[in-house]
């Protein structure tokens, strides 16, 4: 069952996260995940949450989301996401 990584990202340092954004899609593929969303114009329909910048990526599960998220390869990348961006984060089982 897929499973969906989905970040609403505020970006606090470009450079920092220029870093980031340029060495994280092979570690993605790496663990089968795929970009379905990497920022973009929205479009609020219902509530007040307005994301700053949305990115989704699809895994083939939650073990290989998890999986890359823990990794040892992505934990310096997660740092430097971390200081250069306030962001909440969130995974959730497809149906």
Avoid: C
């Avoid at 995940?33 to 114009?41: D, E, F, M, N, T």
């Avoid at 290989?64 to 995974?91: C, H, Q």
């Amino acid at each position: 069952m897929s499973a969906y990584f989905i970040v609403d990202i505020d970006v606090t340092d470009p450079e920092a996260y220029e870093n980031y954004r340029s060495q994280v899609p092979p570690l993605v593929a790496k663990y089968g995940g795929k970009y379905l969303v990497r920022g973009g114009a929205f479009e609020v329909l219902e509530g007040d949450w307005t994301p700053h910048r949305l990115v989704v990526l699809e895994f083939p599960t939650v073990q290989a989301a998890k999986e890359f998220y823990d990794s040892e390869e992505y934990e310096p990348l997660k740092k430097i996401r971390l200081g250069a961006t306030n962001s909440s984060a969130v995974l959730v089982e497809g149906a």
